[in-house]
């Protein structure tokens, strides 16, 4: 067992993983950037704001993690390693009514990395509880450049078993399972897939179960901040437009475009320029656009 304080552990995040069975080509990881970046969104939210940086983090065998208390909440964080492959950072959030889980688990094989999130509501921590959740999975190709984005928010479920030592399993069954059911596959409230098709563009589903709002199209990914990751822009999200046109992008913005994301990143980005510069995309024309009411 070794003690390191929370300041070192996030200093050297990616060796203190190693330490505890993760591969170490972790470190020649073509998404690496992005498991840090996640990491470090880990460390900022604001409930772990509130936890002093040089507290002792306890590492040991497969498993780094420290307990504080706070206010009255009560904060418990584990980083494991699943196999050397995979690993998870969970904060599980306590306090007098509510319980708030927050996961990142990272796959070094399969390149994703999926956030697990759940708030859990009691009266009483024997008796029924209600319970909501949501999965946010980034999928990223051999160079590291993001190909998927999917957002599922689920419907509030009861736990009628109670919270007991297993809680953390218990809150996120859905999550951690739904792959695995027909029933919560497709009992969501929302589910954004957006998948990339070109440099700038991919294709958008968006399936608000609750209101019936069905969307489909391709559209333009948001480019002020690089085009590793994909990003929505807040006017499609926002309104979901029944008219979207994408113009082809000459040859000399393709280049601006691409040269304008680090260095590090263009040549992974330059296989999705293919056909960028002919490319052009009309809603009123494309058989598979949708935006409708389903009941």
């Known amino acids: 067992m ?32 992005s498991i840090i970046e996640e990491i470090d ?24 993690s420290f307990n504080i208390k706070n206010d009255g909440i009560r904060n418990e964080v584990v980083i494991k390693v699943l196999n050397k492959s995979e690993f998870l950072i969970n904060i599980s959030t306590i306090g007098e009514k509510t319980i708030k889980i927050y996961e990142k688990v990272v796959n070094l094989n399969n390149r994703t990395i999926t956030t697990n999130q759940a708030i859990c509501k009691y009266k009483d921590i024997e008796e029924e509880q209600n319970n909501t959740s949501m999965v946010i999975e980034k999928v990223y190709d051999e160079d590291g450049i993001m190909t998927d984005y999917i957002v ?21 069954h859905i999550p951690h399972n739904y792959k695995e059911s027909d029933f919560w596959k497709n009992n969501y409230f929302s589910k954004i897939v957006l998948s990339r098709l070109y440099l700038d563009v991919a ?27 994909m990003i ?22 393709i280049e601006n475009l691409l040269f304008s994301n680090e260095e590090k990143h263009r040549n992974g980005l330059k296989k999705y320029i ?12 494309d058989p598979n656009f949708k935006h409708e009411i389903r009941r």
């Open 2 to 33: 070794i003690l390191v304080s929370l300041e070192e552990l996030k200093t050297n995040i990616v060796d203190n993983i190693i330490s505890i069975g993760v591969d170490s080509k972790i470190k020649e990881c073509t998404f690496l950037d």
């Open 41 to 64: 969104e880990v460390f900022t939210t604001e409930d772990f704001k509130k936890i002093d940086k040089y507290i002792n983090c306890i590492l040991d065998k497969d498993t780094i």
């Open 152 to 172: 599922i928010r689920f419907k509030p479920n009861s736990i009628v078993s109670g919270i007991n030592q297993n809680y953390k399993d218990v809150i996120l």
């Open 203 to 229: 294709s958008l589903k968006i399936d608000y179960k609750e209101s019936g709002m069905f969307y489909s199209s391709s559209v333009k990914l948001e480019t002020s901040i690089g085009l590793r990751d």
């Open 232 to 253: 929505l822009p807040n006017e499609v999200k926002v309104s979901l437009p029944k008219d979207y046109i994408i113009e082809p992008l000459p040859e000399d913005e």
């Open 274 to 285: 293919k056909d960028r510069s002919s490319y052009y995309y009309n809603s009123k024309s």
